[in-house]
């Protein structure tokens, strides 16, 4: 399909922009097999590899291949996809080159937080953590997009019924992360919930199972192997990668999971089943706290919330550069976890939102109808809009 093509009865083709974070490119891969399941389109995968590059910032322009290496640049070209659907700032060149070279014809999609202003995409899609100032071009939602679909987890449930059937119900699931500078993942607080969880199954039943990241600092997956190995009631460090990785069996049969406030991704999907979810807390370490605890202040100022005057007036100040594209807030839990507790996700007492489908929501009328959509897939790029916050 060149920049000619005309077809009229083929879903679209589209490029997932793959990188260097797992967690990141199962975010991308959700959001283009959801799209290609409602649309009736195709995904191509397309990682791409970064050169030094890419730490150059993107709020001032930015298109451009000078970034990706040899082979990444020759993964790109004709015929162009309709879709092209990346993840923060690295992807950002990439794709609007992509569109560049279709003559305007492919559609961006970008996930988190792109570091430059929204109106240069087509859509953003977002978590409230970034902080990515709200407009046409902008869906904010509480929960991070996942692949554990209830298809997956239902083909999950029946691969891991019978190495888990040893384990009884009611099953507490403990999932650990790791740190993410400034959040610091402390000791005590895990063992801390992982003796909360053996208690609760001591007294009322069940077992209790974990499950670590890559990112899980090895000392602390063995604090918590040797606490569950000594524990009164059936429990284990459930461990595999690959098609063994236990982790979607864990979310498909637990009943309630305590996870490490760390990871969105890890929370996300676990609220996404509906099941009761506690967090295990973390904290901002120093001199890192310090600021991010600062820039909080000034969001919320900026938000609308009592604060003194200066406050209020820096607050402005900052959030006024931020909706012109030319600075960003951090990347703050805080914000995340706060929206979680104001929609009443945390214990099961609302039912999880349907993000995937709010985002494809969002896509039709992007697409033309021959490729899927219900638009005309000419349409100009929004601007920016000037005011608000979408955060709760």
């Known amino acids: 399909m060149g920049e000619t093509d005309s077809r009229t009865d083929m879903g679209p083709r589209i490029w997932a922009l793959l990188g260097p974070r797992t967690g990141d490119n199962n975010q991308v891969l959700a959001l283009a097999e959801a799209v290609a399941d409602a649309c009736g389109g195709t995904v191509e995968a397309i990682p791409l590899r970064h050169n030094l590059l890419r730490l150059l910032p ?9 970034s990706l290496d040899r082979a990444s640049r020759a993964a790109l070209g004709p015929p162009w996809p309709d879709l092209v659907i990346g993840v ?20 961006i999609v970008q996930l988190g937080r ?62 650990l992360g790791g740190p993410s500078w400034p959040w610091r993942l402390y000791p005590e607080e895990v063992e801390s ?89 973390v904290r901002a370490s120093r001199p890192g706290g310090v600021w991010l605890s600062a820039m909080r202040a000034l969001r919320l100022a900026d938000a609308g919330q009592a604060a003194p005057a200066w406050l209020r007036a820096a607050g402005r100040a900052w959030g006024g550069l931020v909706r012109r ?45 021959g490729a899927g959509g219900t638009g005309p897939g000419s349409d100009p790029r929004a601007r920016g809009h000037p005011g608000g916050y979408a955060s709760p």
Request: charged fraction near 20%; aromatic fraction near 6%.
């Open 193 to 281: 919930a992982c003796h909360a969880l053996l208690a609760r199954a001591k007294k009322d039943g069940g077992s209790v199972l974990a499950v670590a990241s890559r990112r899980t600092p090895t000392a602390l997956a063995g604090r918590v192997r040797r606490i569950l190995a000594g524990a009164p009631v059936p429990a284990a460090l459930l461990e595999g990668s690959g098609e063994r990785n236990p982790y979607p069996g864990l979310l498909a049969l637990a009943d309630e999971f305590a996870v490490t406030a760390d990871s969105v991704a890890m929370v996300s999907e676990a609220v996404a089943t509906g099941k009761p979810v506690t967090l295990i807390p």
């Open 325 to 369: 594209g030319w600075a960003g807030w951090p990347r703050d839990l805080w914000f995340f976890w706060r929206g979680l507790e104001h929609q009443r996700l945390k214990h099961g007492q609302s039912a999880p939102p349907p993000v995937a489908v709010a985002a494809v929501d969002r896509i039709r009328p992007l697409l033309p109808v």
């Open 88 to 107: 923060g700032r690295r992807s950002v060149p990439a794709a609007r080159w992509i569109r560049a070279g279709s003559a305007g014809r492919t559609r």
């Open 114 to 175: 792109p570091r430059c202003h929204p109106g240069r995409f087509d859509l953003v899609v977002t978590t409230p953590q970034y902080g990515v100032p709200p407009g046409p071009t902008v869906l904010e939602q509480p929960l991070s997009l996942t692949r554990q679909t209830p298809e997956r987890l239902a083909g999950a449930a029946m691969a891991w019924h019978a190495a888990l059937e040893r384990f009884p119900a009611p099953r507490h699931a403990l999932v």
């Open 58 to 66: 993107t709020r001032f322009g930015g298109i451009g291949l000078a």
